[in-house]
């Protein structure tokens, strides 16, 4: 199977019954000289996932850095959730939201009011190439961000020019390889390689967890602390939510779109999510996500 580069043509050639266009992950910038894919786009089904997270289980490591009064920007801040419990950590200091795209800062600035956050400013920005001036704020972070861009050596250097000196860049990052689970299904299997040959395609490393120290030091920073984090689902509950989250995400999602556009039969991607709904439903279904995390000083 062949798989073309996503961020040139991919013309979506599966049937409305799999995807259907909410939001598109195909973004052109015209600050980087590749586009810029976010291989999950911000389908319904990628959403429920992201708005899951909260800063106690996806930043945990940054949070006794944080101080109030401090100022933050957090970069592809996607639905906002975690963005929204950072700025509750850092008031009366101020958060900086960026996103690549005005549609996806939408759901940031929905998550925000819905909360009554109101210390929290937006702007649509790349990473490669953040419209701030140099040393602007004490905190940068990216979550699940530098996995996804065409140059996270170069965004990690372009955290650090608007992070002041002595200010904190944080990153975390998932691994796909290092994704585990039980059964052993081979519809899982599958689902990863097609994942990560997706993702690669895109100019992303889904890898990129333990990736990220290296990253930091080929980025010039002298002082980083790296450290791992995980998630695990494992109870019915979280099962049905993990394992039914992906079982929509491989048919409708910006992910299903491209793989079809690359070739996959809508069957194989029906056969995958089946498969995830098959380790939902199974009682002893264990399944765990490993993340590198960093925490630099600028
Ligand atoms: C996996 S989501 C993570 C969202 C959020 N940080 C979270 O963990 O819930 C990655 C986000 O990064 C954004 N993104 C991708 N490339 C980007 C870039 N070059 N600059 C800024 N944001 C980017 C995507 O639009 C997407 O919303």
Known sequence: MGFPAYGNVVPYAG???LWSPQSSGRVATTMTSAPNVYTHGHHESVL???RWRTAENSAAYLL?????????LDVGCGPGTITV?????????RVTAVEITGEALRLARAEAAARGQDNIDFAVADVHSLD???????????HQV???VADPVGALREMRRVCRPGGIVAARDSDYSAFTWFPLLPELDEW?????RAARANGGEPDAGRRLLSWARAAGFGEVTATAGTWCFATPEDRRWWGGMWAARILQSDLARQLVGAGTPEDDLRRLSAGWQRWAAAPDGWLAILHGEIICRA
Do not use: K
């Open 15 to 17: 049937s409305d019954a």
């Open 48 to 50: 429920r996932s992201h």
């Open 64 to 72: 006794p850095h944080l101080a109030p009064g401090a100022s933050l």
């Open 85 to 93: 419990d950072l700025a509750a950590q850092v008031a009366p200091g």
């Open 132 to 142: 701030f001036p140099d040393d602007t704020f004490d905190v940068v972070h990216a």
């Open 146 to 148: 530098l996995q996804h």
């Open 192 to 196: 990863r390689t097609l994942y990560q």
